[in-house]
């Protein structure tokens, strides 16, 4: 059983409609579902899902709806083309590399105090939620906990700002 880039032909053709009621092809939701699955394996944020997405489907030739398809397959088990698992593969290191920080202008950081109390407003918003993960209150104080960890260490990615604002309040 093999999946691959479903084709819409006539009346087998399927369209779901998303949010703002657009209908979605296959495809799309294919696409939409790689995002995802990149996003937690790689982990990386949204943005950074797609852009691996789209380099590792330059760098193997194929269209993203066809690479998309490859890592939804890989997710099922079902074994992919050693091209597109290659390319996706270089596309992850490549994002998980550091990139190195320019070399011009001071860089500032905040005060330590206000690094520690975001850090404490994450992890009290963190077992909020965890105790009731349908709490919309407790959902939205958690991102806005992570959004000021993004925004006060200077981070897109809140992985990557919750992990340097431990370092900087721990040195």
Do not use: N, W
Request: glycine letters at 6%; aromatic letters at 4%; proline letters at 8%.
């Amino acid at each position: 059983m093999t999946a691959s880039v479903p084709l819409a032909r006539g009346d087998e053709a399927r369209h779901r409609k998303d949010e703002t009621g657009a209908a979605q092809s296959p495809s799309d939701r294919a696409v939409r579902c790689a995002v995802g699955t990149l996003m937690a394996t790689a982990p990386a944020s949204a943005r950074e899902a797609e852009r691996i997405l789209a380099a590792a489907a330059a760098r193997a030739g194929l269209p993203e709806t066809v690479l998309a398809a490859a890592v939804l397959d890989a997710a099922r088990g079902i074994p992919v083309p050693a091209g597109a698992e290659r390319a996706l593969r270089q596309a992850v290191r490549a994002a998980r590399t550091p990139r190195s920080a320019p070399s011009s202008g001071p860089y500032l950081l905040p005060l330590r105090e206000d690094a520690e109390k975001a850090l404490g407003r994450y992890f009290e918003a963190r077992l909020r939620l965890t105790a009731a993960p349908a709490d919309r209150e407790a959902r939205g104080a958690f991102e806005d906990s992570l959004f000021t960890l993004c925004v006060l260490m200077g981070r897109p990615c809140p992985a990557e700002a919750l992990h340097e604002a431990v370092q900087y309040t721990e040195s």
